[in-house]
Nanobody, 126 residues
């Protein structure tokens, strides 16, 4: 079993920055990949970014490339999502996620996620 606890959401003006954290516990993380999804009101949950635990390889959706950076701290079992140049369309609940594809450098799918965090709200005002 894996437990994921997110923090770092909040309200920020357009162009601002936030850093989300996801503290993980419970299993051997070299066998997992971690990532972030988001869900805006009235929309489906969508993949944002992923990182392989061992190598730190990353993958992003096009709309956040160059603005968001995913990273991990192995000693703290924590994954981060640094979000810069935020836009109102980034407003959503952001969820930390874990799947069982530790070497995959591509999109995470909803069906492939084995563990979810509780979510943290990010609101970007215009």
């Amino acid at each position: 079993q894996v437990q994921l606890v997110e923090s770092g959401g909040g309200l920020v003006q357009a162009g601002g920055s936030l850093r989300l954290s996801c503290a993980a516990s419970g299993r051997t993380f070299s066998r997992y990949r971690m990532g972030w999804f988001r869900q805006a009101p009235g929309k489906e949950r969508e993949f944002v970014a992923a990182i392989t635990w061992s190598a730190g390889s990353t993958y992003y959706i096009d709309s956040v490339k160059g603005r968001f950076t995913i990273s991990r701290d192995k000693a703290k079992n924590t994954v981060y999502l640094q979000m810069n140049s935020l836009k109102p369309e980034d407003t959503a609940v952001y969820y930390c996620a874990v799947d069982l594809y530790p070497y995959s450098i591509t999109t995470m799918t909803l069906a492939g996620v084995h563990y979810w965090g509780q979510g943290t709200q990010v609101t970007v005002s215009s």
